[in-house]
T-cell receptor, first 112, second 111 residues
Framework: ETGVTQSPTHLIKTRGQQVTLRCSSQSGHNTVSWYQQALGQGPQFIFQYYREEENGRGNFPPRFSGLQFPNYSSELNVNALELDDSALYLC???????????FGPGTRLTVT | AQSVTQLDSQVPVFEEAPVELRCNYSSSVSVYLFWYVQYPNQGLQLLLKYLSGSTLVKGINGFEAEFNKSQTSFHLRKPSVHISDTAEYFCAVHTPNQFYFGTGTSLTVIP
């Protein structure tokens, strides 16, 4: 059974650029949630995808968008990057929107 | 509105001593409660969860937590800590479609 994987592990971007982060869910899971974890903070919920549809969204602006593919992998896209977007981005997968989430190791994004 | 408060940002404790990490929550609806552990440069790992039933919940690595509805608390405890328990610990509540995490407690076990 393959766990949740994320790519890339680290990324450096310039303010104003766009970025795409990727997540492969655990085998059999059809739900993916994305979180932003700023340094020294707890994870903040961005949104959740269930069977390719957005199924809930936290308090993040529209420049944070996502996709879920038929194989249930997912992308997080952030447009017009700001310095405050620098954080660890975590992906978690689950089955049928369950609270039993399994987290990936994260992507560390640095915006300069 | 839901929120999670972890009362201690840092907790140093000597090896083999007991530890308690405190968590309080506020919610207008029924919630599920969780504790996660995060080791450096890693994602979060579920330690334990409270859904319903017995208020004392046992998790992995010898941790346990007690749900107290009247005090809206879900404190994490371990009777004897090891060096390997040094990590960041997060309390979380789950409502339909969302998780809310606390700001974390950094547990440092001193040899």
């Amino acid at each position: 059974e393959t766990g949740v994987t994320q790519s890339p592990t680290h990324l450096i971007k310039t303010r104003g650029q766009q970025v795409t982060l990727r997540c492969s869910s655990q085998s059999g899971h059809n739900t993916v949630s994305w979180y932003q974890q700023a340094l020294g903070q707890g994870p903040q919920f961005i949104f959740q995808y269930y069977r390719e549809e957005e199924n809930g969204r936290g308090n993040f602006p529209p420049r944070f968008s996502g996709l879920q593919f038929p194989n249930y992998s997912s992308e997080l896209n952030v447009n017009a990057l700001e310095l405050d977007d620098s954080a660890l981005y975590l992906c978690a997968s689950s089955l049928d929107r369950s609270y039993e989430q399994y987290f990936g190791p994260g992507t560390r994004l640095t915006v300069t | 509105a839901q929120s999670v408060t972890q009362l201690d940002s840092q907790v140093p404790v000597f090896e083999e001593a007991p530890v308690e990490l405190r968590c309080n929550y506020s919610s207008s609806v029924s919630v599920y409660l969780f504790w996660y552990v995060q080791y450096p440069n890693q994602g979060l790992q579920l330690l334990l969860k409270y859904l319903s039933g017995s208020t004392l919940v046992k998790g992995i690595n010898g941790f346990e937590a007690e749900f107290n509805k009247s005090q809206t608390s879900f404190h994490l405890r371990k009777p004897s800590v090891h060096i390997s328990d040094t990590a960041e610990y997060f309390c979380a509540v789950h409502t339909p479609n969302q998780f809310y995490f606390g700001t974390g407690t950094s547990l440092t076990v001193i040899p």
